[in-house]
């Protein structure tokens, strides 16, 4: 099949090199405008549009996928499907109806559970044992189009949101090539989504990464893991934000009890309080500074006992 392809960050990379490495021809990629990035606040292509400029394939960078500009290129360029995966950007009906097989989304979950943006992050932080992939077919409500195939990926307990979704972009990959394959095959037929099992991921913001440290040393835990690369877990020190990596919950037993928030250092580790037993910090980033080992950290700022994270 002719193939228009949309995506736009890392995530969508894997797909993009599946899909040109099948029997199907990808005769453009669709990915979101250049935007400036990075400390120096470069204007940046998106990887998806790097790989696509690398392979020589036409590229488009609509502002909004309803641009009559855009519409009549998709239109010249008579796709039969359009795999879509992390494009970033709404779909009107005016665009939905070009394929004469429509647009078929990869998305980072077992649908119906966390429609949204943020699948996999709500599935880490929510403490879910077991996640997936589904592709289905795009409609106008967000992420509720009939389903053509899933795969499930089990969530281990140290998985922080962006490991998760590097495995799930790579084992996804396979899923949307073989779910195009069975289109072009007529043996796929997409089932509707039960109405039961329904959840909602939106995207996690800096507010909704700033640690609770009041509450059980589980969930402080899956809130660093879920936010850890993006938006980043953070708390506050001293007044200043102090940016925290994966930590990692200690057993009830043998174990200081610390107040949520009280610090506790050693040679060999920097723990934190929650409201039942303590944590003990990974990595640490200071406002405007590298990241850097929690014991290393605590060496240069000799936290005392009236120190504490959290404001």
């Not at 606040?41 to 790989?51: A, D, M, N, Q, Y």
């Not at 943006?117 to 077919?137: E, I, K, M, N, W």
Request: net charge neutral.
């Amino acid at each position: 099949m002719k193939l228009v392809f949309a995506g736009t960050p890392q995530v969508a990379v894997p797909s993009l090199r599946a899909l040109l490495d099948s029997d199907h021809e990808v005769a453009a990629v669709v990915t979101r405008p250049d935007a400036r990035s990075g400390r120096g606040r470069k204007v940046s292509t998106s990887p998806v549009g790097e790989l696509a400029r690398a392979e020589g394939i036409e590229v488009l960078k609509p502002e909004k996928a309803g641009d009559p500009e855009f519409l009549e290129r998709l239109r010249r360029i008579a796709p039969d499907c359009c795999p879509v995966v992390a494009y970033g950007a709404l779909l009107p009906r005016s665009a939905l109806d070009v394929p004469r097989h429509g647009w078929v989304n990869l998305h980072f979950s077992l649908l119906p559970a966390w429609r949204g943006a943020a699948p996999v992050q709500h599935a880490v932080l929510h403490g879910d044992d077991v996640t997936g992939a589904s592709t289905f077919r795009i409609v106008e409500e967000l992420d509720a189009g009939p389903v053509y195939g899933t795969l499930t990926e089990s969530i281990r307990p140290t998985d922080t949101s962006g490991e998760l979704l590097e495995r799930l972009s790579v084992s996804g990959a396979e899923l949307l090539v073989r779910t195009i394959d069975g289109i072009a095959e007529g043996r796929l037929v997409p089932v509707e989504q039960p109405a039961d099992g329904l959840s909602y991921a939106a995207k996690l913001t800096p507010e909704d990464a700033e640690l609770d440290l009041t509450a059980p040393a589980l969930r402080v835990d899956r809130q660093v893991r879920a936010c850890t690369p993006a938006p980043g877990a953070w708390t506050t020190f001293r007044g200043t934000r102090l940016k925290i990596g994966p930590v990692t919950p200690l057993p009830e037993a043998d174990t200081p009890v610390l107040e949520p928030g009280r610090l506790h250092v050693d040679k060999r580790r920097v723990l934190v309080g929650t409201s039942t037993h303590p944590v003990v910090l990974g990595q640490v980033q200071p406002q405007g500074k590298r990241a850097m080992p929690a014991v290393d950290w605590a060496r240069g700022v000799r936290p005392t006992e009236d120190d504490r994270l959290g404001r």
